[in-house]
């Protein structure tokens, strides 16, 4: 006989696979309309910058809907970019292709790849797309688990980004840098970095910067063992998220939320 924790799995499962199947496909029907639109304007005679851009924009939209078709379009993006041999251009198409790399958790690759972009943008001089290429690559080493590189890159970031001035930024690597702390179980200053993120997102009426930071919030919260707390700041995440249709972070606030309850012993509520 199967016991209760096993029955609970099970249920587990089922329930997050119909979830999964439900955000796929809100999301690939949004995504639909913005691939149809970039197919209309590549068939145009566009100048090679403005095909490149497309083609990055396009592979954007597939990422999660056709990786292969997403990597054609970024192999031929940089094709085209490294022949105008425009830093700007070439940082754009190899950051795209990182981005295959990554959603098809070839991490080591991605690395290479954003490497490669934050040498291109580091050319061009230009401190918002520098402090880019040093959140992606951030990116790659706090997915390898390499959580010291992932702090300095990130920092480094923030540095470009308040050169630049470039606010929206400047709270994405701080929010980036909280996640660090939180993995390395510094919650207090993984905490303190989410609620600076938050509040210059608040300023710059950044309304999907609320929901992401509620989630990371409350997810420190579950670690630290304040689940009342992590709940009511996670049921926040997701009541955001459902308003601005974040398909991306739904699952993950829901998830974040089931595993609250189960510490709780709440398991139908999970």
Known sequence: MRSLENIFCLNAVRYFSLLLFFVLVTFQSQAQRKIDSLQTVLQDNLPDSTRTKALVALAEQYEYVDVAKSR??????????????????????????????????????????DNMALESSLLSKDSSMIARSYNNVAHDYHDLGEYDESYYYFTQGYKFAKSAKDSFMMAVTIHNVGRVFKELGQYNRALDHLQISQKISKQINDREGEPYSLDEIGDVLLRQGNYDSALTTLFASLKESRKLNLNGLLPKSMSSIAKTYMQKGDFDSA
């Open 72 to 113: 054609a379009l970024s192999e031929e993006a940089i094709s085209l970019a490294e022949n105008a041999d425009l830093p700007g251009l070439k940082s754009l198409a190899y950051k795209s292709m990182g981005a295959v790399y990554r959603v098809s958790g070839d991490y080591s690759s991605a690395l290479r790849l």
